[in-house]
């Protein structure tokens, strides 16, 4: 007896597919009409903005924001470009919401943050402003909840970057969803069917750049764990004070809260205009970012 509602196969696939975009597409409007100014930045720091696009509320508030959806996106995106391309200046000039530094976008496959893939494609000194500026950058996963220090967990480059997260605050106990830590993949023998650098830089289309990355590492540390002038990083906590990021090698950070953010973002109503309507001073020309 044939199941029903199975008729011509492909088509029927393609139907389940169309059924469950319909649906997606009415839960954002469920969200906007209820103008959750929280979800909806949830939405975008989770790199689906693009459902955003084009979205009308009475609200003021609401409606202000989804105008500035396309460019809370296109700055994401240049965040994303600039740590895979090793442009600190123009991550720098992009990255003016704090939260767009734990933001994803598609141009980055598995749901990585900009951390993910300044590790993967070997730019020390993104990694090192990534980590040491926005401690919480260590702690974002991807989507097989893998952490930055997973990733430089398969590289071979005499635990350059592993040691330098690891300085910087990192969590080698966390686990994926395979329930590994950090620490397992740095047997990359016993790793190597499960994870490896190799197929991380697959999943980015960059494998032919394994050789090169490696040996353009292997010239920056020589084969030796991070320099010592990597800052320390220490949080400031008091009752009723936001945290201030101290560093012995960097200026003075601006008050900024919450310096670590779950895996999913859940952004307190408090925290969204902070996120989104507020500029980020540049510590490296003292200047703010032009507003989106």
Do not use: W
């Not at 408090?270 to 989104?276: D, G, K, Q, S, W």
């Amino acid at each position: 007896m044939a199941i029903e509602g199975f008729v011509h196969g492909a088509p029927e696939d393609y139907t389940v597919q169309s059924q469950t975009a319909v649906d997606e597409d009415e839960r954002i409007k469920r969200i906007v009409e209820s103008g959750d100014l929280e979800q909806l930045a949830e939405i975008v720091l989770n790199g689906e903005g693009g459902s955003l696009v084009g979205l009308k509320s009475p609200e003021p508030e609401i409606q202000a924001f989804l105008n500035n959806v396309p460019s809370y996106m296109e700055k994401i995106h240049r965040v994303h470009d600039a740590a895979r391309d090793g442009g600190l200046l123009a991550l720098q000039q992009a990255l003016d919401r704090r939260k767009f530094a734990i933001a994803k976008n598609d141009i980055s496959p598995n749901g990585s943050t900009p951390l993910h893939v300044a590790v993967l494609f070997g730019h020390t000194d993104i990694v090192r402003y990534l980590a040491s500026r926005f401690p919480e950058t260590m702690t974002i996963t991807d989507n097989d909840g893998r952490t930055p220090l997973h990733y430089a967990a398969t590289i071979k480059d005499n635990g350059h970057f592993y040691n330098m997260l690891l300085q910087l605050g990192a969590n080698p106990k966390s686990l994926d969803k395979l329930g590994h830590s950090a620490e397992f993949y740095l047997d990359k023998d016993k790793a190597k069917n499960i994870l490896n650098y190799t197929e991380l830089l697959n999943i980015f289309g960059a494998e032919e750049l394994e050789n090169q990355l490696l040996n353009d590492q292997g010239k920056d540390t020589g084969g030796r764990e991070p320099p010592a002038a990597v800052p320390a990083l220490q949080l400031d906590r008091s009752p009723g004070t936001t945290n201030h990021i101290k560093s012995s090698t960097h200026p003075p950070m601006p008050p900024v809260p919450d310096s670590a953010m779950p895996c999913r973002f859940a952004l307190p109503v408090a925290l969204v205009a902070f996120c989104f309507h507020t500029r980020f001073r540049c510590p490296h020309t003292n200047t703010h970012a032009h507003r989106g």
